[in-house]
């Protein structure tokens, strides 16, 4: 057994516990002789698995593959001025222990009907029709794919959970630098390139920052999808820096500040299934569009495309079938 993996495991179990006990004591006797199961970790008023209706959509071309799946498919939505700022669908083939995160630009073009604009993008949607217009939105962008739950988490939210870890370590690319005095409260950033860890505070800048200073200095050259190549990076530093002798900090911090409609039952199995994740096997995606050229700057899907990536996500799970 690799160093990783005994890693893993020694912390695993001391997790799991902590799920349980936490959520126990939060519950009503009542609940906790017959459905604790079915209980609420976070407390999300939204069901997914409820209110999409049929689960996977049989007009779906992918709809054998989308059936025929082990895979759970969850939600990701990191809000700011009740819009989501980042949007991923983590998919989680259990059996085969991979994961696929395919991040969807917040200026992706979604149409709907009477809308116009900056409306038309969709990280607006969350305002107007919540965690279920966002996921139905997200499904039809990708062809159907069945979405079981969801996880929503605001920058407060993320610069608590970075706080619990003790900081995450990032590379920073560039010198970030930017201010905006009319944000409330006025958002000033100034992080030195490098490698550095940041606090949660730090954490939220560095997530935060999307473009050049207008007075100067540098910023991404792909503008949005050099924001987003860095939010993948961050997840990925942060999932390893949990999983540690702070990870029952962290998961308690975690179950205070995000709404999601995971139950009790569901989050054990997942925490249990994880144990054998190697950080290998976790795999990003962007979902493929055609860049924008002028205002309103839509990220146009590229249905195509889009086919082509699900069937290398799902081919792969077909394949260890056989």
Known sequence: MSKRRKKKNKFARPFIAFLIIFTALFIPLNYLLDKVGDVRIFGGKTNLMDEMGTLVNENSPFFEAFNNSDRVNVLVMGIND?????????????????VDIISIPRDTYYERPGKSGASLKINSIYSQEGVLGTAK?????????????????????????????????????????????????????????????????????????????????????????GRIQTHQAFLKAAVDKAIG?????VMKTFIENVDSDLSLRIGIKLATKAIKLDNANVKTYLLPGIPPTKSPWYWTPDQPKIQEMLKEIYASETKEKK
């Open 82 to 98: 009740n819009m989501t700022d980042t949007l991923m669908l983590a998919s989680y083939d259990t059996e085969n222990q991979k």
């Open 137 to 225: 939105a997200v499904s039809k962008t990708l062809e159907g794919i069945p979405i079981n739950y969801y996880v929503v988490v605001d920058y407060k939210g993320v610069e608590k959970v970075v706080d619990a870890m003790g900081g995450v370590k990032v590379n920073v690319p560039f010198h970030m630098k930017y201010r905006d005095v009319y944000d409330k409260p006025p958002l000033i950033i100034d992080i030195p390139a490098g490698e550095r860890t940041l606090s949660g505070k730090e954490a939220i800048k560095f997530l935060r920052f999307r473009k050049t200073n207008m007075r100067g200095g540098q910023g991404y050259p792909q503008g949005d999808i």
């Open 245 to 249: 002798p702070k990870l029952p900090k």
